[in-house]
């Protein structure tokens, strides 16, 4: 899709009609992909969705656990929780990850895999308050309407830990200025985040070494060196 920052104001609203119909090329053709898959898949991506309701009605009425309900690997719905944010990263995050991803490493670096495993506790906190997640917040995954209205889309929800989140704006091109200075303002983001933020990605850099193959696992080694001496 068009890159946010130009469809969002960002750029003079002269150029708007410019992009009018290459805008609505890329609807028609992400309409024809949901069609698609409602054709080939419709009830596993039925499961998808519910579970992500159901992720949301349960936090809106304050049933709060680290839960998700989506595998990012198969697409299918899962259901699964944990009582911790720290156990629920290692274990529905990197682990998950790094089991598929086996194949791409050595045995030196499963044993730093293993020690930065055993160690989150050293680098990530616990949350005051758990939170609702978009889960692939991303500048693609940012469209906005013609009267400049934001909408996320394809959203991978989850409840844990919002620095997740923002670290995720960060990995393929931050967001405006703008927007991490209004976000602190409602939520301050913690002083000590950006020793976090590498940490919180390896589970997005693992996922499209998965997905993508070899082209991210200089990336993924990269940060568990950073975390692992």
């Not at 949301?56 to 198969?74: C, L, M, N, W």
């Amino acid at each position: 899709l068009l890159e946010n920052n130009q469809i969002c104001g960002l750029v003079k609203r002269n150029r708007i009609d410019s992009l009018k119909n290459e805008i609505k090329m890329w609807i028609n053709k992400f309409e024809e992909f949901i069609e698609q898959i409602l054709i080939d898949e419709p009830n596993e991506w039925g499961s998808v969705y519910n579970g992500m309701r159901e992720v949301i009605a349960d936090y809106q009425r304050g049933e709060v656990t680290f839960r998700d309900e989506y595998d990012s690997i198969k697409h299918k719905k899962i259901s699964s929780s944990k009582k911790t944010w720290i156990d629920f990263f290692r274990e529905n995050r990197l682990e998950v990850q790094f089991k598929l991803a086996q194949n791409y490493f050595s045995e030196n670096d499963f044993s730093k895999i293993t020690k930065l495993l055993d160690n989150l506790e050293k680098f990530l906190p616990e949350p005051n308050q758990p939170s609702l997640l978009h889960g692939d917040l991303w500048k693609g995954n940012i469209l906005c309407a013609k009267n400049f209205e934001p909408y996320l889309i394809d959203p991978a929800c989850y409840v844990g830990h919002n620095e997740t989140d923002i670290a995720m704006t960060e990995l393929f091109g931050a967001f405006p200025n703008d927007f991490y200075s209004a976000y602190n303002e409602i939520k301050p983001i913690d002083s000590e985040y950006s020793n976090r933020r590498d940490l919180y990605n390896l589970y997005h850099v693992l996922n499209h070494l998965n997905l993508f193959g070899q082209t991210y696992l200089e990336a993924a080694k990269a940060i568990i060196d950073k975390y692992v001496e």
